[in-house]
T-cell receptor, first 116, second 114 residues
Framework: AQTVTQSQPEMSVQEAETVTLSCTYD???????LFWYKQPPSRQMILVIR??????QNATENRFSVNFQKAAKSFSLKISDSQLGDAAMYFC?????????????FGEGTQLTVNP | SAVISQKPSRDICQRGTSLTIQCQVD?????MFWYRQQPGQSLTLIAT?????????ESGFVIDKFPISRPNLTFSTLTVSNMSPEDSSIYLC???????????FGPGTRLTVL
């Protein structure tokens, strides 16, 4: 079974600075997807970014980018120019590509605080 | 991405009662998922709901406790039966869509059981 680990329960960053959230995972599969979701206090789960394992290029969405290291099974999220609205719980998630309709396996989450 | 709504957004219930949570999607989707998020914890999949077939439950979740209906391709319900305080959680539905079988989530239902 796949597992996802986020080793940083809490992180903080100054507004306009850059922060990196860590995620590692364990799988024996070669094809899969990885995601970062954001959950603000409103509890809505919002997709931040996705990465397909077969793509070597790191995904980027505006101020959000990932560092995907397949061999190391690492998938970190970098937030540049942090904004107050980035404050939220961030979850890393894994989805198998080998099974249609497969479940998402989530990490424990990292609570990000943005200081003005 | 699909627009997903859930009802109710929150509820406070007495132990021993049941609550049915509705999930509505603005487009037809094959797969719908129900997750539970206990206080301060991550999301755990309860079951996968396919239209026209029985839901598939994850280990630790049973149909008698969490019956699910999926009458069409845009709607599903999850019932939390015979509730106890341990059932106090956020319940979220999600659907697959867009690129890479990405899951998109509803706004969640916050349930408190007294």
């Amino acid at each position: 079974a796949q597992t996802v680990t986020q080793s940083q329960p809490e992180m903080s960053v100054q507004e306009a600075e850059t922060v990196t959230l860590s995620c590692t995972y364990d799988t024996s599969e070669s094809d899969y997807y990885l995601f970062w979701y954001k959950q603000p206090p409103s509890r809505q789960m919002i997709l931040v970014i996705r990465q397909e394992a077969y793509k070597q290029q790191n995904a980027t969405e505006n101020r959000f980018s990932v560092n995907f290291q397949k061999a190391a099974k690492s998938f970190s999220l970098k937030i540049s120019d942090s904004q107050l609205g980035d404050a939220a719980m961030y979850f890393c998630a894994y989805r198998s590509q080998e099974t249609s309709g497969s479940r998402l396996t989530f990490g424990e989450g990292t609570q990000l605080t943005v200081n003005p | 991405s699909a627009v997903i709504s859930q009802k109710p957004s929150r509820d406070i219930c007495q132990r021993g009662t049941s609550l049915t949570i509705q999930c509505q999607v603005d487009s037809q989707v094959t797969m719908m998922f129900w997750y539970r998020q206990q206080p301060g914890q991550s999301l755990t999949l309860i079951a996968t709901a396919n239209q026209g077939s029985e839901a598939t439950y994850e280990s630790g979740f049973v149909i008698d406790k969490f019956p699910i209906s999926r009458p069409n391709l845009t709607f599903s319900t999850l019932t939390v039966s015979n509730m106890s305080p341990e059932d106090s959680s956020i319940y979220l539905c999600s659907v697959e869509g867009g690129q890479g079988d990405t899951q998109y989530f509803g706004p969640g239902t916050r349930l408190t059981v007294l």
